[in-house]
């Protein structure tokens, strides 16, 4: 069957089975529109669209669970104290807390004085309904009540009929049914045919159960088993082929996410800025590194001995606190003495050890650091950083990173897993097509808020009779090959 | 030969029927005979694998898969910059404005960039000199940039003749030893318009005052240089303006294709084509006198057979008609033209000239005559009709001819004399190649002592030298060109040099001890050219009072150019005399005329592959030169060939008393002047790389110089003799993926009918069709009648059968996108620039002369040709063929596996990774555009087999290297063996349009995408567009009365709207 009668088919078949779908949800509907209906009581906004602008804006320095503080006051918490103060100052605050500040706003002034030199970034662009969106959104998980269906009397049944049946009992069923249909009829088969053999005078010689176990057609059947079966593991196995899943392969730096992305909240964004506006990500260069690591010389759990790695590839002397000029043309030898002499007096000045004790240490760990930063391709520590690629797409799909974190929100976890609690980045998806183009069937379009899919006028016009409810990537060709095949 | 002129035919096999022919446009892949195949022994897979070992190596391959299968994935490294630069961030693409400078080609250019490596060429849409536009070569460029045979360092001859490495340090202590200021220099390049390259001469000149710059071209323009010195006292060129004439009379000139400046002209001409309204069309008109089928002769309304002999006596009675049109006095002429009937057309042209002059219209005539006298006559021509200031442009001049051909002549007599001490040859100047006296060139140039040669690559001229100072290519170069007197355009590096090289401007600093010489390495030149605009351009400019905002506003916009001025009074010289100086006809002797060809050039193009393997858009074949001879109708029934040449490849061999041609391969050419032949130059090199050398024939050696010594570029006296063999691996896609154009036979029977569906169904039913709508042409005369009887069709075909297959997807079509094409066929010239820009960014692999010659070749967007109308001189129509995108596809419902099919956004996709090679999608393809992965062109293949080495010396498998693949676009995959491929519509150009708009959250504009082969177009014949954007471009094209689409009948529901081509031929000519 080619596609496209496939595709008729699907649609037909569709066609039919969307009411029964629709049926079986509208329950479940009701029940969520009471609970959204239910949550607007407590502010103006809408707490589902604040909740992805508080991602995009304020997720960087407010902690998402409202009661703790991060870079910013636990929102949960402070917010309640500008009750005292007319609506308005808040929604100016957000939009330009300076400004307030300036004012001499006595609620701005103390939050000021708390928290200064650390300004909050203004948001002038921000709707008031904005604002208000993610007040909602805020009070909903302070209060606890965001992302909680409300229990309500009678929805009770609407919830579990939700949940996934595991139908595949009734299958064991029928195979154990029809399994005892063939063994019974097989029996009247043979005992008829036997009925009439011996009617027909011929002498019946009963087979008994080692016969039948060796008989050609038993070792036929046993052989034909196994190659399916061996077929099918094969087939099985080789599409999981190069698949690298949980793959955490040892880097030539130490590097801690949990560190960098937990410990300091650095936004991914950050460090791999191609993220926002590239095909790739971009793992960032050395002199990314610098604009923290100029200052920061030690590392939390290492030392000097993985950020001098940093140091070696670009050429930072951090005991003159200059870049070395020309140092792709330094000796070896040279480069040698500045780190470990560098190292050596840290080493001093950490453990008051002699001069003999911290000239082996630096020895030994810079042969640790020129054993990690060399290859077989690469046979000095001068030069780029050689990091292992953990998440590897065959070379016949296109990924871009852009259309997803910039044009879908998404968020970086929802690919790579929770990044900031791991020392060492492991491959958190299985990076499969069927991973991806699951995501494509479930995942919504943001339609509604950008004029590029004005031209997708049916579904727009759907949208507005109400005929439906979102537009997911699928429905404007995410399972396409060539999206991603080209 | 009347009753054929309705009919369109590809080539002699359709228009004679061959039966072999026929059956082979049955079948979508060409099956050598076997015995052939066999036979040829060269061939790329060699056949010495019995069964067993078949299965052996499917043994061995499926333990070597369980064993790799248990072993761990191969560790990946991701490297990133050490200090990334802050313009370059990975996976986005970088656009530079430049200048392409080859040969004698000079074109504004912006450079695609992917992570520092320039990848592809594109047309530099501010500049209202090329208007966009770009040409095949400068498509091409990109992959001499990656030649692996380049010059790759600085090198002094040694006892074997070949180069020893030197240091730059010491090259120079040993050429400035040589220089004295009393030392006579001699610098040889082809013409220079780049003024700071002239401004660095002259400081070498300056620095030793013996030194002489001489230029001349492979392919001159002498004799107009000449003639305006003698006519007007300017040595000049003059910046022709073909979008102001109504008439162009054209003697042999190819400015369409390769003459002086074919972008600038074909973007402009093409201007004067577009049929704007349909009340009162009107078209310019080009009339094309010619021996040889040109590029230009294809595209010309009338088109006029001559000798290359008799184009001076063509001219001279041409000038006679019109002087007495005019009331002026004539010259006298002898003899009349053999052929009665471009005699009898003089007089008709002169009329048409004088008509639209005295209606205040330009026109333009012009020539490639390379005798002072002819173009004499022919500035005398114009002056009558009031040409200059109009259609002429004297004070805002070209520069890109400046070569005067005898100047060679003294220079090796002066070289023979022994009174030149040094001879710097620059950039692609290979005077030991592309001179008719190569030969005594060479002979006198070993005898000056000291000889530089800075060439990118080695060449015939590079390996007489003693030193070589290679230059950079010119995406790693500073420059700047002033191609018209009017028009500036800027050079500048997309990538740092590959190897250690130096441009030759800046080796010309150091010699000549300039101050800015001793600047840090690689910014000497630059700084250089800054100063020179800003002593130069900048003063004459009015936009900006600050050099710095000024020079960097330039960079970025890579051109400046001024408004153009009106052209100056002209004084012209007395012509009265000059009746015995034109070239005096030669009667009773076979001719041939030598042409540069589109692709090679004049030779300096032919280290690149993709144009070698770009079909030449007359002869249509690949990897060779072949020597065009007439074919003609005898009025009754049959044809007449010339000297039993009666299949194209059959040897052929040539000589004058000057040259010898043992065997080269024939084409029979239609339009080709009865007893002459054409042969292209540029071919036959002996130094090169191996896409160069050992591939066609060497020709230069068959021009003459006439009495100012300027080079001839046709021969008299010439022998031709078929050696009785054929060329086994001749390359020719003309009978390649052919869609089947059939008509009516030789007794005017209808052939391509099915005659059971008439039986059955009746006449005029889908099955029974003769009429298959391929080809749609009018001219001016019968253009209301055509636009009727197109209407009439398309109503028709739409009524034979709208059904679909897939019901319920306009739901989808209708909204979102839904792409594609428009194809204007009177503005597509046949160049190939798109062929090669789709080549460029589509990753397409080229597979050799062998594997085209077995119908493999792989490009996905070909040029197919056709003739009509008059057989002894037919029109050429030229129709760009792709993937049409059919929403009724014919090849996605035969897939098994489902690896080809359709979008929501109107794709025909392709899904390779699905592909098993079944090839039913192909077979079913009635546009025939789908290409089969024989063999492996990536280096990718476990199996040496089953690789594939293009190039001629068998060895050189082409992406192998990784220079070479750096060339490659890391958006397109690259294609495994045994697949599938075909036109995208450049998806990754598709998606990456899109997503910019959906970033910027905007909608999407009509040129916001724009596919390879619309970048490249030189005259804008291909447009891009979204069908569902309301009162968009495509829209607008689809509605234009003149678009069909092909093979509308069978309904696919093609993508791709061609407007019908429309010629405006002169009535009396016919």
Known sequence: ?486 | MSELKENYWSGVEEFIQDESFIKQTESEFYDLPILNELSEGNTGVESSHSRRDFLKYLGFSVGAATIAAGCESPIRKAIPYVHKPDSIVPGIANYYASTFIKGNDVLPIVVKTREGRPIKIEGNTLSNFSNGGTSARAQASVLDLYDTDRLKQPGAINSRGSFNKVSWEDLDTAVMGKLNPASKVVILSNSICSPSTLAAISTFTTAYPATRHIMYDPVSSSAILMANERSFAKRIFPGYRFDKAKLVVNFGADFLGTWVSPVEYASAWVKTRKLKNFENPDISRLIQFESNMSYTGANADNRMLIKPSEQGLAIAKLYNSVAALTGGGGISVNGTLSNAKAEKSIASVAKDLVTKSKAGQATLIISDSNNVAEQMLINKMNDILGNYGKSIDLTNYSNQRKGIDKDIVTLITEMNGGSVDMVIVLGDANPAYDLPDAKQFTEAYKKVPVRITCTIAPNETSSVCTHSAPDHHFLESWGDSQPRRDVYSVMQPTIAPLYNTRQCETSLLKWAKHPMAALEAGTEYQTFIRENWKSSVFTVQKDFSNFDNFWDNSLHDGIVEFPAAAGSATVLADVSGLGGSITAPTKGSVEVKLYEPMGVGSGAFANNPWLQEMPDPITRSVWNSTLHVPIWWNGDDDFLVFKDFHTDGQLATVATHLAKIEEIPIVRQFGQMRETIGMPLGYGRSMGSPSAVGVGQYAYNFMTRDGDGNIQYWSDKVTVTPTGGTDGNYASVQDHHTLGVRGKDKSGKEINVDEKAIMNIGNGYQGSLTDRSILKSADLKNLDERLKELKEFRTEAASLNNETLYTGFDYLYKQGHHWGLSIDLSACIGCGACQVACVSENNVPIVGKHEVHRHHEMTWMRIDRYYYGDVESPHVFYQPMMCQHCDNAPCENVCPVNATNHSAEGLNQMAYNRCVGTRYCANNCPYKVRRFNWLDYSSADLFVHNENNPLPDGKTKFYEDNIIRMVLNPDVTVRSRGVIEKCSLCVQRIQEGKLKAKIEKRDLRDGDIKTACVTACPTGAIQFGDQNKKDGLLEKHWNDPTTYFVLEEINTKSKVGYKMKVTNQNNDLV
Request: glycine share 6%; proline share 4%; aromatic share 10%.
């Open chain 1, 1 to 486: 069957m080619s596609n496209n009668t496939l595709r008729a088919f699907y649609k037909l078949s569709m066609k039919y089975l969307k009411p029964l779908v629709w049926l079986r949800f509208s329950s479940i509907a009701t029940l969520i529109i009471f609970v959204f209906s239910s949550l607007t009581l407590f502010g103006q906004g809408n707490p589902d669209k604040g909740k992805d602008l508080f991602k995009a804006n304020c997720a960087a320095c407010h902690n998402k669970n409202m009661k703790d503080k991060l870079t910013g006051p636990a929102l949960g918490v402070t917010l309640a104290d500008w009750s005292a103060y007319p609506h308005s100052d808040l929604l100016k605050w957000v939009k330009n807390s300076q400004g307030l500040i300036a004012e001499g706003h006595p609620r701005a002034l103390e939050l000021w004085n708390q928290y200064k030199p650390v300004v909050m970034t203004s948001f002038p662009t921000l709707a008031d309904q904005d604002i208000e969106d993610i007040l909602s959104y805020i009070d909903g998980v302070a209060k606890g009540t965001y992302g909680v269906p409300a229990v309500v009397p009678g929805a009770a049944t609407a919830i579990q009929s939700e949940k996934p049946e595991n139908t595949n009992w009734v299958y064991w069923v029928l195979f154990a049914v029809f399994g005892l249909v063939v063994v019974v009829l097989s029996n009247i088969i043979r005992n008829l045919n036997s009925i009439s053999k011996s009617k027909d005078q011929e002498i019946i010689k009963e087979k008994t159960l080692l016969g039948t176990l060796t008989s050609k057609k038993m070792l036929g059947l046993i052989i034909l088993a196994m190659i399916v079966l061996g077929s099918f593991t094969t087939v099985q196995n080789a599409i999981h082929l190069g698949r690298q899943q949980n793959y955490q392969p040892t880097q030539p730096i130490n590097f801690s996410h949990k560190i960098h992305a937990g410990d300091n909240k650095i936004d991914c964004n950050f460090c791999h800025d191609g993220a926002r506006r590239s095909k790739q990500s971009i793992i960032p260069g050395a002199s990314t590194c610098m604009s923290c690591h100029k200052a920061v010389k030690k590392g939390t759990l290492s030392g000097t001995s993985e950020i001098t790695k940093i140091y070696a590839s670009i050429g930072f002397n951090p005991l003159a606190d200059t870049f070395i000029t020309h140092y792709d043309k330094l000796p070896e030898k040279e480069v040698e003495q500045i780190y470990q002499k560098w190292i050596t007096d840290q080493y001093i000045d950490a453990s008051s050890a002699t001069l003999s004790d911290a000239s082996a240490f630096a020895r030994n760990q810079w042969s640790d650091i020129v054993k990690s930063m060399t290859s077989n391709t690469k046979s000095t520590v001068k030069g780029p950083i050689e990091w292992v690629r953990i998440h590897n797409l065959p070379d016949h799909v296109y990924f871009n990173h852009s259309q997803h974190v910039t044009v879908a929100g998404l968020d970086c976890a929802k690919c790579h897993g929770k990044v900031q609690e791991m020392d060492v980045v492991r491959q958190y998806s299985p990076l499969s097509m069927g991973w991806c183009i699951n995501c494509h069937r479930e995942t919504e379009v943001k339609f509604a808020d950008n004029p590029y899919y004005d031209s997708y006028i049916n579904y727009h016009k759907e949208i507005k009779e109400g005929k439906r409810s979102k537009v997911t990537v699928e429905d404007i060709g995410g399972l396409e090959c060539q999206k991603c095949h080209y």
